[in-house]
Protein backbone atom coordinates (compact mmCIF):
# COMPACT_ATOMS: atom_id res chain seq x y z
CA UNK A 1 0.00 0.00 0.00
CA UNK A 2 1.38 3.53 -0.90
CA UNK A 3 0.51 4.85 2.12
CA UNK A 4 2.05 3.12 5.23
CA UNK A 5 -0.55 2.44 8.29
CA UNK A 6 0.57 2.93 11.91
CA UNK A 7 -0.58 4.15 15.45
CA UNK A 8 0.40 6.05 18.05
CA UNK A 9 -1.44 6.32 21.82
CA UNK A 10 -2.39 9.95 22.77
CA UNK A 11 -3.40 10.84 26.30
CA UNK A 12 -4.18 6.55 26.58
CA UNK A 13 -6.15 6.91 23.13
CA UNK A 14 -4.82 4.86 20.50
CA UNK A 15 -4.83 6.74 16.91
CA UNK A 16 -4.16 5.63 13.81
CA UNK A 17 -2.04 7.99 10.94
CA UNK A 18 -0.64 7.28 7.49
CA UNK A 19 2.61 7.91 6.18
CA UNK A 20 4.14 7.79 2.67
CA UNK A 21 7.25 6.57 2.24
CA UNK A 22 9.29 7.81 -1.21
CA UNK A 23 11.43 5.26 -2.73
CA UNK A 24 14.69 7.20 -2.73
CA UNK A 25 17.97 6.56 -2.15
CA UNK A 26 20.09 6.22 1.42
CA UNK A 27 20.25 9.28 3.17
CA UNK A 28 17.91 11.44 5.05
CA UNK A 29 14.32 12.58 4.36
CA UNK A 30 13.09 15.77 4.38
CA UNK A 31 9.45 15.30 5.86
CA UNK A 32 5.83 16.93 5.49
CA UNK A 33 3.19 17.29 7.96
CA UNK A 34 -0.23 17.29 5.79
CA UNK A 35 -3.53 18.28 7.69
CA UNK A 36 -6.55 17.58 6.23
CA UNK A 37 -9.89 19.36 6.07
CA UNK A 38 -13.05 18.97 8.21
CA UNK A 39 -14.48 16.36 5.17
CA UNK A 40 -12.29 14.15 6.19
CA UNK A 41 -12.50 14.19 9.86
CA UNK A 42 -13.27 10.34 11.58
CA UNK A 43 -11.28 7.79 12.63
CA UNK A 44 -11.09 4.91 10.40
CA UNK A 45 -7.27 5.91 9.56
CA UNK A 46 -7.59 6.46 5.79
CA UNK A 47 -10.01 9.53 5.10
CA UNK A 48 -7.05 11.88 5.49
CA UNK A 49 -5.27 10.18 2.16
CA UNK A 50 -8.05 10.77 -0.46
CA UNK A 51 -8.21 14.62 0.03
CA UNK A 52 -5.42 16.79 -1.03
CA UNK A 53 -1.60 15.99 -1.38
CA UNK A 54 -2.91 12.07 -1.20
CA UNK A 55 -4.28 11.95 -4.80
CA UNK A 56 -1.45 14.18 -5.75
CA UNK A 57 0.88 11.68 -4.94
CA UNK A 58 -1.03 8.58 -5.99
CA UNK A 59 -0.98 10.34 -9.28
CA UNK A 60 2.90 11.35 -9.58
CA UNK A 61 4.86 9.83 -6.43
CA UNK A 62 8.24 10.81 -8.18
CA UNK A 63 7.25 14.33 -7.70
CA UNK A 64 7.24 13.70 -4.12
CA UNK A 65 10.73 12.92 -2.57
CA UNK A 66 9.78 13.00 1.27
CA UNK A 67 8.46 11.48 3.58
CA UNK A 68 4.07 12.55 4.19
CA UNK A 69 2.69 12.40 7.76
CA UNK A 70 -1.04 12.24 7.49
CA UNK A 71 -2.92 12.46 10.93
CA UNK A 72 -6.14 12.28 11.39
CA UNK A 73 -8.59 14.89 13.13
CA UNK A 74 -10.90 12.08 15.55
CA UNK A 75 -12.59 14.40 17.62
CA UNK A 76 -15.19 15.86 16.26
CA UNK A 77 -15.34 18.56 19.15
CA UNK A 78 -12.21 20.48 17.99
CA UNK A 79 -10.70 21.36 14.69
CA UNK A 80 -6.45 21.22 14.96
CA UNK A 81 -6.75 21.58 18.38
CA UNK A 82 -6.81 20.08 21.55
CA UNK A 83 -6.42 16.24 21.04
CA UNK A 84 -6.17 16.82 17.91
CA UNK A 85 -3.26 18.73 17.43
CA UNK A 86 -1.81 16.44 20.13
CA UNK A 87 -2.16 13.63 17.89
CA UNK A 88 -0.64 15.19 14.86
CA UNK A 89 2.63 16.43 16.64
CA UNK A 90 2.45 12.68 18.33
CA UNK A 91 1.75 11.64 14.17
CA UNK A 92 5.21 13.66 13.06
CA UNK A 93 7.19 12.65 16.62
CA UNK A 94 6.98 9.00 15.49
CA UNK A 95 7.57 9.04 11.95
CA UNK A 96 11.35 10.81 13.06
CA UNK A 97 11.84 8.17 14.95
CA UNK A 98 10.82 5.23 12.91
CA UNK A 99 12.53 6.86 9.63
CA UNK A 100 15.51 8.26 9.11
CA UNK A 101 13.88 12.02 9.03
CA UNK A 102 16.51 15.05 8.47
CA UNK A 103 15.50 17.09 10.89
CA UNK A 104 16.28 20.77 9.57
CA UNK A 105 13.94 19.80 6.84
CA UNK A 106 10.95 19.65 7.94
CA UNK A 107 7.54 21.33 6.48
CA UNK A 108 3.83 21.67 7.67
CA UNK A 109 1.18 21.93 5.06
CA UNK A 110 -2.70 21.50 5.10
CA UNK A 111 -6.15 22.35 3.78
CA UNK A 112 -9.36 24.34 4.81
CA UNK A 113 -9.60 23.37 8.65
CA UNK A 114 -6.06 22.10 8.04
CA UNK A 115 -4.83 25.44 7.00
CA UNK A 116 -5.93 26.98 9.55
CA UNK A 117 -4.53 23.91 11.94
CA UNK A 118 -0.80 24.42 9.84
CA UNK A 119 -0.58 28.03 11.14
CA UNK A 120 -1.61 27.01 14.94
CA UNK A 121 0.84 23.78 15.20
CA UNK A 122 3.40 26.02 13.05
CA UNK A 123 2.85 28.55 16.09
CA UNK A 124 2.95 26.37 18.89
CA UNK A 125 6.42 24.77 17.25
CA UNK A 126 8.40 26.85 15.49
CA UNK A 127 11.53 25.48 15.79
CA UNK A 128 10.25 22.17 14.53
CA UNK A 129 9.48 23.51 10.33
CA UNK A 130 11.69 24.92 7.50
CA UNK A 131 8.52 25.94 5.37
CA UNK A 132 4.55 26.57 6.29
CA UNK A 133 1.75 26.10 3.36
CA UNK A 134 -1.25 27.09 3.87
CA UNK A 135 -4.33 26.66 1.72
CA UNK A 136 -7.48 28.12 1.78
CA UNK A 137 -7.22 29.03 5.90
CA UNK A 138 -6.15 31.26 8.25
CA UNK A 139 -5.08 31.85 11.85
CA UNK A 140 -8.08 32.25 13.71
CA UNK A 141 -11.83 32.84 12.55
CA UNK A 142 -12.16 34.46 16.00
CA UNK A 143 -8.53 36.15 16.24
CA UNK A 144 -8.72 40.33 17.30
CA UNK A 145 -5.57 41.87 15.25
CA UNK A 146 -3.41 41.54 18.60
CA UNK A 147 -3.84 37.76 18.78
CA UNK A 148 -2.70 37.60 14.89
CA UNK A 149 0.16 39.55 15.40
CA UNK A 150 1.08 37.92 18.57
CA UNK A 151 1.13 34.57 16.63
CA UNK A 152 2.83 35.93 13.47
CA UNK A 153 5.91 37.14 15.75
CA UNK A 154 6.38 33.15 16.38
CA UNK A 155 6.48 32.32 12.82
CA UNK A 156 8.13 35.41 10.74
CA UNK A 157 11.26 33.80 10.58
CA UNK A 158 9.50 30.59 8.48
CA UNK A 159 9.61 30.84 4.70
CA UNK A 160 5.57 30.87 4.05
CA UNK A 161 4.16 30.06 0.17
CA UNK A 162 -0.28 30.74 0.98
CA UNK A 163 -3.03 29.63 -1.17
CA UNK A 164 -6.49 30.40 -1.72
CA UNK A 165 -9.46 30.92 -4.08
CA UNK A 166 -10.52 34.24 -4.60
CA UNK A 167 -14.31 33.15 -4.48
CA UNK A 168 -14.05 30.86 -1.61
CA UNK A 169 -17.42 30.66 0.33
CA UNK A 170 -16.16 28.52 2.65
CA UNK A 171 -13.21 30.04 3.90
CA UNK A 172 -13.06 33.50 2.78
CA UNK A 173 -10.24 34.57 0.69
CA UNK A 174 -9.71 37.55 3.20
CA UNK A 175 -8.65 35.09 6.02
CA UNK A 176 -5.32 34.49 3.38
CA UNK A 177 -5.16 37.89 2.86
CA UNK A 178 -5.12 38.85 6.21
CA UNK A 179 -2.83 36.79 7.43
CA UNK A 180 -0.12 37.22 4.60
CA UNK A 181 -0.47 41.12 5.32
CA UNK A 182 0.51 40.58 8.68
CA UNK A 183 3.23 38.56 7.78
CA UNK A 184 4.79 40.76 5.23
CA UNK A 185 4.69 43.56 7.94
CA UNK A 186 6.68 41.30 10.18
CA UNK A 187 9.49 41.05 7.08
CA UNK A 188 8.44 37.15 6.72
CA UNK A 189 9.56 35.87 3.45
CA UNK A 190 6.26 35.20 1.99
CA UNK A 191 5.18 33.73 -1.19
CA UNK A 192 0.67 34.52 -2.05
CA UNK A 193 -0.87 32.88 -4.82
CA UNK A 194 -4.65 34.10 -5.29
CA UNK A 195 -6.64 32.19 -8.29
CA UNK A 196 -9.31 33.99 -9.34
CA UNK A 197 -12.21 32.75 -10.12
CA UNK A 198 -11.74 29.66 -7.59
CA UNK A 199 -13.97 28.26 -5.16
CA UNK A 200 -12.62 26.75 -1.67
CA UNK A 201 -10.79 23.64 -3.49
CA UNK A 202 -7.45 25.59 -3.91
CA UNK A 203 -5.75 22.58 -2.90
CA UNK A 204 -5.87 20.43 -6.30
CA UNK A 205 -4.42 23.34 -7.98
CA UNK A 206 -1.43 24.43 -5.54
CA UNK A 207 -0.27 21.07 -4.95
CA UNK A 208 -0.54 20.47 -8.32
CA UNK A 209 1.92 23.08 -8.54
CA UNK A 210 5.25 22.52 -10.73
CA UNK A 211 6.85 25.08 -8.54
CA UNK A 212 5.92 24.28 -4.93
CA UNK A 213 7.45 21.03 -4.22
CA UNK A 214 11.27 22.52 -5.48
CA UNK A 215 10.63 25.65 -3.48
CA UNK A 216 9.55 24.07 -0.31
CA UNK A 217 12.28 21.15 -0.32
CA UNK A 218 14.73 23.89 -0.66
CA UNK A 219 13.98 25.34 2.55
CA UNK A 220 16.08 24.92 5.56
CA UNK A 221 16.20 25.69 9.18
Not at 149 to 174: K, L, M, Q, Y
Request: charged letters at 20%.
Amino acid sequence: MLFRKRAVEVEGTRTIYRVYVPGVGAGKMPALLFLHGRGEMGDDGLSQTTVGIGPAIVRDPDRFPALVVFPQASDPNYGWRGFNLAAAVAALDDAEQQYDVDRDRIYITGLSMGGFGTWAIAALHPERFAAIVPICGGFDGTATKMRINEGVSRIASIPHWVFHGDVDNIVTVEHSRRMVSALRDAGADVRYTEYHGVAHNSWDRAYADPDLLPWMLAQRR
